[in-house]
């Protein structure tokens, strides 16, 4: 029977083999550094092999950040600049269809896009980059634009989310990645971010998504002025929405990457506070299917523990990614496939390429095609 008193490991342990949701009580308590990492770890694993057996899911993907040029100034980010400075960059068409081009050359299935808020740039420029890329690549699936991105076009155009959405969609939108999160609370948002759009709006912009048909990732950017009630705080947020909409895929939790931030005094969050939030998310996150170890910024070695500690993703090839590289990554800016498998398998899972949807993708010769999963091949996930 599950006893209802103050948190301990022992009735987190039985909720969890139960399979019961953890109070923000529990994921409080399993932040307290007397409660040992590998014990969160086997249950977060428990969690794992539930939902996805022993699969670790990868994709063949490519990044394309059109313009670092950007309105805000959140002082995590070591990406953007200003209008005027000679870093700003950005792309042209040609640059754009040639990134794509380069994607389907490498037989990417996923082109992951984002970028800064240019302060010249009309929607309409946003909305065309997608419609190019789709009438180039059919094929390619555009996973792009942040709820803050969402935000700020509704705020340039006077649209409703759900109109930009639609016409994104229509354009060739495929789904939404998650960044744009950090911290909900807003006695950190306020600090670190503090012209973004608000936990509400964010939130508000995935609903719509959901209701749309649009599969959306959620993120935390976590180890650089949050404490740990306020990660909590923003997972529970994160599973509420879950509950109203389902149309989450995956959580990815960001550790922090100080250099060339307003915050580069900060030391970067070790490797146990790594593992512990992956875990401690996986076991938050009861509706979630997927958590993503993010390769790039956690680091190879680190990713592969926490396949063991929550983690059944471990994102794509990921080539030409920026946002990390310039916060001090010294993560390759490319893995190929052979080695992201062998990094899987060096980890003891199954390396399983998916698509962006989490579908099965079979590959011959250059050819790959996204399959449904065959009844009992997958553990969880529709
Ligand atoms: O929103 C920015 C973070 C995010 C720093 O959906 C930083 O599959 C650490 O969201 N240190 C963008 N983090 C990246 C992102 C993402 C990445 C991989 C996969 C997916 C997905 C989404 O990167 C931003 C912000 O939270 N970020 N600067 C930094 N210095």
Same mark, same amino acid.
């Given at each position: 029977?599950?006893?209802?008193?103050?948190?301990?490991?022992?009735?987190?342990?039985?909720?969890?083999?139960?399979?019961?949701?953890?109070?923000?009580?529990?994921?409080?308590?399993?932040?307290?550094?007397?409660?040992?990492?590998?014990?969160?770890?086997?249950?977060?694993?428990?969690?794992?092999?539930?939902?996805?057996?022993?699969?670790?899911?990868?994709?063949?993907?490519?990044?394309?950040?059109?313009?670092?040029?950007?309105?805000?100034?959140?002082?995590?980010?070591?990406?953007?600049?200003?209008?005027?400075?000679?870093?700003?960059?950005?792309?042209?068409?040609?640059?754009?269809?040639?990134?794509?081009?380069?994607?389907?050359?490498?037989?990417?299935?996923?082109?992951?896009?984002?970028?800064?808020?240019?302060?010249?740039?009309?929607?309409?420029?946003?909305?065309?980059?997608?419609?190019?890329?789709?009438?180039?690549?059919?094929?390619?699936?555009?996973?792009?634009?942040?709820?803050?991105?969402?935000?700020?076009?509704?705020?340039?155009?006077?649209?409703?989310?759900?109109?930009?959405?639609?016409?994104?969609?229509?354009?060739?939108?495929?789904?939404?990645?998650?960044?744009?999160?950090?911290?909900?609370?807003?006695?950190?948002?306020?600090?670190?971010?503090?012209?973004?759009?608000?936990?509400?709006?964010?939130? &508000?912009?995935?609903?719509?998504?959901?209701?749309?048909?649009?599969?959306?990732?959620?993120?935390?950017?976590?180890?650089?002025?949050?404490?740990?009630?306020?990660?909590?705080?923003?997972?529970?947020?994160?599973?509420?929405?879950?509950?109203?909409?389902?149309?989450?895929?995956?959580?990815?939790?960001?550790?922090?990457?100080?250099?060339?931030?307003?915050?580069?005094?900060?030391?970067?969050?070790?490797?146990?506070?790594?593992?512990?939030?992956?875990?401690?998310?996986?076991?938050?996150?009861?509706?979630?299917?997927?958590?993503?170890?993010?390769?790039?910024?956690?680091?190879?070695?680190?990713?592969?523990?926490?396949?063991?500690?929550?983690?059944?993703?471990?994102?794509?090839?990921?080539?030409?990614?920026?946002?990390?590289?310039?916060?001090?990554?010294?993560?390759?800016?490319?893995?190929?496939?052979?080695?992201?498998?062998?990094?899987?398998?060096?980890?003891?899972?199954?390396?399983? &390429?998916?698509?962006?949807?989490?579908?099965?993708?079979?590959?011959?010769?250059?050819?790959?095609?996204?399959?449904?999963?065959?009844?009992?091949?997958?553990?969880?996930?529709?």
């Amino acid at each position: 029977m599950i006893r209802s008193t103050q948190p301990s490991l022992e009735t987190i342990r039985d909720k969890v083999e139960a399979g019961q949701r953890l109070s923000a009580d529990d994921g409080l308590f399993l932040y307290g550094d007397d409660v040992p990492l590998n014990e969160i770890g086997q249950l977060a694993n428990l969690v794992r092999e539930r939902k996805n057996g022993n699969h670790a899911y990868y994709n063949i993907n490519t990044h394309l950040n059109p313009t670092n040029i950007c309105v805000y100034r959140c002082i995590f980010c070591a990406f953007r600049s200003d209008l005027r400075d000679p870093h700003g960059y950005l792309m042209d068409d040609e640059a754009i269809i040639a990134r794509g081009q380069e994607a389907v050359d490498c037989g990417a299935t996923e082109l992951h896009i984002v970028g800064g808020l240019h302060h010249q740039k009309k929607y309409d420029w946003y909305l065309n980059l997608i419609r190019i890329l789709h009438e180039a690549f059919p094929r390619l699936h555009l996973k792009a634009w942040t709820g803050v991105e969402i935000e700020w076009f509704a705020h340039m155009t006077g649209k409703t989310y759900r109109e930009i959405l639609e016409e994104m969609i229509e354009a060739g939108l495929g789904s939404m990645p998650g960044g744009g999160a950090e911290i909900f609370h807003p006695e950190v948002r306020d600090r670190i971010c503090e012209h973004k759009s608000d936990a509400g709006r964010w939130l &508000e912009i995935h609903r719509t998504a959901h209701a749309l048909g649009l599969r959306t990732n959620a993120t935390m950017l976590y180890g650089h002025i949050e404490k740990p009630y306020h990660r909590i705080d923003h997972l529970i947020r994160l599973r509420e929405l879950q509950d109203e909409t389902g149309g989450f895929q995956t959580f990815i939790p960001l550790a922090f990457h100080p250099e060339n931030t307003g915050l580069s005094h900060l030391k970067k969050p070790s490797s146990l506070i790594d593992l512990r939030t992956m875990a401690i998310s996986r076991l938050m996150l009861d509706n979630f299917d997927h958590v993503k170890a993010y390769w790039i910024m956690l680091g190879i070695g680190t990713a592969q523990v926490a396949l063991s500690y929550g983690a059944d993703d471990i994102d794509g090839t990921v080539r030409h990614e920026l946002i990390y590289h310039d916060a001090g990554a010294t993560t390759p800016e490319v893995l190929g496939v052979e080695k992201i498998r062998q990094i899987i398998i060096e980890a003891g899972r199954e390396p399983v &390429e998916r698509d962006t949807l989490y579908r099965k993708v079979v590959r011959e010769g250059d050819a790959a095609e996204s399959q449904a999963w065959e009844v009992g091949e997958r553990v969880a996930g529709r």
